[in-house]
């Protein structure tokens, strides 16, 4: 099997930051941080075979405030590194022995996830062979073929039943790729398979049954067809879609994905800071350190047991995150904190960078709502101090209530632009304009109420 090749190989740090600031404003430090981990990726597949396996990723914690970017940049890293990207949550992990998901769970969720992505991909490598099949199975249905008459003499000059039907075949065929029978109705046998138990009852503690158990369920219970009807627009697509599955080598698929977890695999951990022991009178937190120790061997190496089979964890890159107001990277035990060599430290954002984070980026936030509105025929325009009002208003709550970082612009935007939003559709062809004089009306009343804001914004 030849393992996909990094789509990554070109880039080079500076590069990569480069493409990151398309998304994400500030936060050099953890960018350079980011792009040298994924460039590391490329220069280890380069070493030879010995010394390859010996080169570990260097973890990196990001340490900072709800808000600054910490997920962004780790989720737009795997975009650009187009390569399986999983977010957990620390906090929602247990003990071995305690009620709840065991840590080897996210590995099992990222091969998941590979899989789906290499299908994806695969199924679209024959989508044009697939969509083929699927219109030749379409137009047998539409005209079915005739059961064998008795032998009938012919001229020369006389049309074969087969030519003529081929002809008529033809033109139902041209029909049907101008669109012209997306409407009209057909009958088609689609496979169904009965619930297995397993799936009516499955929760967090299914796990402990066993891997392999729902696909074993699976695979005892008989599939069976159902005839329904459907547009022939979504027939064609559901048989495209059974033809590509058909088409698409399985084994092959899993392979792909398991060489591609091991290789350029990234987790995200966030909250990390709240499963790090914290020192007190009645001793370290028992749960919290188990769950540090049970993570462990996953961080730094260990082979866990998927239904597709063994998945090395020695080269996956784990980014954690958490704010540590309280806790203190210190506080992880130490093996954890060997574990994550770089800490990245993330710059809290100041009404500048909210200017930036509203107008810069490619999905700048005011650009998502002058989009948004304008599919209902509103044209929206932001004057630059209305830009400096909101973003001075999302500085101003975040002192006065929680800092939530930029998330506080969702819920200002939101609130600024709610009259407009539900009264658009009645509105078709009108172009507004929203100035500072207008936010500040807007949103008066809430920011002089501190009690109220902490509720509303």
């Known amino acids: 099997m030849k393992p996909l090749e990094d789509p990554m190989a070109p880039l080079t740090p500076a590069q990569i930051v480069i493409e990151l600031d398309r998304y994400i404003i500030g936060q050099e430090r953890a960018k350079r941080a980011v792009a040298i981990a994924l460039r590391n990726r490329w220069r280890r597949q380069k070493l030879p075979p010995e010394l390859r396996d010996e080169v570990a990723p260097k973890n990196i914690i990001m340490i900072g405030p709800t808000g600054v970017g910490k997920t962004e ?28 998901r065991d840590v080897e769970s996210m590995i099992r969720d990222l091969t998941e996830l590979a899989v789906s992505m290499v299908k994806g991909e695969m199924a679209g490598a024959v989508r044009e062979k697939a969509e ?16 064998s008459e008795p032998f009938q003499s012919q001229t020369l000059e006389e049309v074969s039943p087969e ?3 081929q002809a008529t075949k033809d033109k139902l065929r041209a029909q049907l790729r101008a669109g012209k ?6 009958e088609l046998e689609i496979q169904s398979q009965v619930t297995p138990i397993v799936e009516i009852f499955s929760g967090q503690g299914m796990e402990e049954m066993g891997i392999n158990l729902r696909e074993m369920l699976s695979n005892m219970l008989p599939t069976k067809t159902k005839r329904r009807k459907v547009k022939v627009a979504e027939a064609k697509r559901l048989l495209a879609q059974e033809e590509a599955q058909r088409l698409v080598d399985m084994e092959e698929v899993v392979a792909q994905a398991i060489h591609r977890v091991e290789n350029s695999g990234i987790v995200f951990l966030d909250e990390l800071d709240k499963i790090a022991g914290r020192e007190a009178g009645h001793g370290p937190d028992v749960s919290r350190e188990g769950v540090q120790r049970d993570l462990l061997p996953i961080v730094e190496g260990s082979t866990v047991t998927t239904k597709y089979g063994p998945v090395k964890t020695d080269h996956i890159l784990f980014i954690a995150a958490g704010a540590f107001h309280v806790a203190k990277p210190s506080d992880l035990i130490p093996e954890m904190q060997g574990r994550f060599p770089i800490r990245v430290e993330l710059d809290a954002l100041t009404r500048e960078d909210f200017i930036r984070i509203l107008t810069e980026p490619q999905n700048a936030l005011i650009r998502q709502y002058i989009e948004l509105l304008n599919t209902e025929g509103v044209t929206l325009h932001f004057t630059p101090d209305a830009v400096d009002a909101v973003a001075e208003l999302a500085t101003l709550v975040n002192q006065r209530a929680e800092n939530i970082g930029a998330r506080r612009l969702y819920t200002i935007m939101e609130k600024l632009l709610e009259e407009i939003s539900f009264a658009a559709p009645d509105m078709p062809g009108k172009e507004l304009t929203i100035d500072g004089g207008y936010v500040h009306t807007r949103l008066a009343d809430v920011i002089k109420d501190e009690d109220l804001s902490r509720y509303i914004l």
């Open 181 to 186: 029978m997306d409407e009209r109705l057909i």
């Open 163 to 165: 030519a003529s039907r």
């Open 132 to 147: 083929a099949l699927a219109e030749e199975r379409l137009l047998d249905l539409l005209l079915p073929r005739r059961k």
């Open 73 to 100: 940049i780790a989720r737009r890293l795997a975009k650009l590194a187009q390569a399986p990207f999983l977010k957990v949550e620390a906090s929602k992990y247990t003990e071995v022995g305690y009620v709840g």
